[in-house]
């Protein structure tokens, strides 16, 4: 019913844990009829807000969302994005990031 409604339709989550395109792989599995523009993720939101601040950031996320960041300069970092990795929670990684 949605689809055939004049609404524009997004599915939304918090995930930090994977790119978009992994987040797409699933649903599309699971059967749902979805593109990956119609995909609004909290790393989506943490892009933009990158992008909008021109910001170089620090990437604590886990690796398989790296791909959401393609493009974003991370060189001298200025700002840190934070997401569920706890692979890189530690001493080094929380030094760079206090810097």
Known sequence: ???SAPVTIRFVTNTTKECKRDLLERLT????DIAENEI??????ARNLLEQQQVRPLL???NKALPDFTGIATDDPNA?????APEH???EMMNRAFR
């Not at 609004?40 to 939101?45: D, K």
């Open 80 to 84: 840190v994005v934070v997401g569920l």
């Open 40 to 45: 609004f993720t909290s790393l989506t939101a």
């Open 29 to 32: 599995k699971l059967g749902f």
């Open 1 to 3: 019913r949605l689809r």
């Open 89 to 91: 929670f530690h001493y």
């Open 60 to 62: 604590l996320v886990d």
